[in-house]
């Protein structure tokens, strides 16, 4: 049965180490960086042979690829792909969608982290930037919800991201830990507000959702949302959000008081994240977090399949901003 973890692994191809100690670990899944990624050959190559490893042709294999400075697939084997800033309406957005989507597919991927949801404001870090699509949360929402229907149509998973809402953070959590003051009502007006809207819609169950790194006063002085009952018990009520719940990187330096990457994990699931999500591809890290995490439980497990059910609707029409 599938460990509640994501691994990572070092380099271009599975080492005999990795091949090893994955076959006896069985994470629910990989997700894959630039180094991973050499050419098309290469990568389709590489998440076959994950895929022969476990038997297992629905193994969720995941990439970041937002497009912009976020995509592992670039130039010269892949497009440019623009970042979401750049996307004028939600047709474009879409097509941008559509396109990496057909590389994905064609790479072995099944599980891309995006779209972002996060609703840029002045105070937004560079870290996300001109990864957010807009200042306004209606205009985030339908060009995000076109993007999940276009990774969905062609049989990629998309991922959410950072609930609840990340863009009001004002520093790096990839460094530091980043504290949002902003009021509940500021919260629920504007960054609560795609999320909260793609929660509702039809395609929910099919979105797998991550959680941020972020503090967030008005709900939790203390914890960083990943590792927060508070914030995910929100997330699930007031947001809607009812899909898979996956953590951030939990090698993160917003984390660093939570222990090593072994002690975060178990606090991120028994806070209430479905799965913990690593990323640094080191093997002794990934064998005392084996050692440590618990499988999927009967719950998470029915997440997961309820979003293996794509439906055969054809979209009519965006939604209204």
């Known amino acids: 049965m599938a460990l509640a973890c994501t691994f990572a692994l070092s380099g271009l191809v599975i080492t005999d180490d990795e091949a090893s100690f994955f076959k006896e670990a069985e994470p629910f899944g990989y997700i894959l960086f630039k180094r991973n ?3 098309p050959q290469q ?9 022969n490893l476990h038997g297992s042709e629905d193994l969720p294999i995941l990439i970041d690829q937002e ?15 623009p970042a979401a800033q750049a996307c004028s309406n939600a047709e474009e957005a879409g097509t941008v969608a559509s396109d990496m989507a057909r590389s994905l597919v064609q790479a072995g991927i099944n599980v891309n982290c995006a779209p972002v949801l996060d609703v840029w404001c002045e105070a937004t870090h560079e870290a996300i930037g001109d990864r957010a699509f807009s200042d306004n949360p209606d205009d985030v929402f339908v060009k995000a919800y076109e993007q999940c229907v ?14 609840p809402g990340q863009g009001r953070a004002a520093s790096d959590s990839h460094h530091d830990l980043p504290v949002v003051s902003a009021s509940l009502k500021e919260l629920q007006d504007i960054d609560f507000k795609p999320f909260r809207r793609i929660c509702a819609d039809e395609i ?12 967030y006063e008005a709900v939790d002085p203390d914890h960083p949302a990943s590792v927060s009952p508070d914030v995910i018990n929100l997330i699930r009520q007031e947001i809607g959000f009812g899909g898979l ?13 939570y222990g090593p990457p072994e002690d975060r994990c178990l606090k991120m ?19 005392k977090i084996a050692a440590r995490v618990p499988t999927l439980s009967a719950p998470v497990k029915e997440r997961y399949e309820r979003s293996r059910h794509k439906t055969d609707r054809r979209v009519s029409g965006r939604p209204a901003a």
Request: hydrophobic share 40%; aromatic share 6%; net charge negative.
């Open 37 to 39: 990624i050499e050419n």
């Open 43 to 51: 990568l389709r190559a590489l998440t076959d042979s994950l895929r």
């Open 67 to 81: 497009g912009g400075r976020v995509r592992r697939m670039g130039p010269p084997h892949w497009p440019g792909w």
């Open 150 to 163: 276009s990774f969905l149509d062609r049989g990629i998973t998309p991922v959410i991201k950072h609930l």
């Open 204 to 215: 929910a169950p099919q979105i797998w959702g991550m959680v941020s790194h972020i503090v």
């Open 245 to 257: 719940l996956l953590s951030d990187d939990v090698s993160m330096g917003a984390l660093k008081k």
């Open 269 to 287: 699931l028994e806070s209430g994240c479905d799965i913990a999500l690593y990323c640094a591809g080191n093997l002794e890290e990934m064998e």
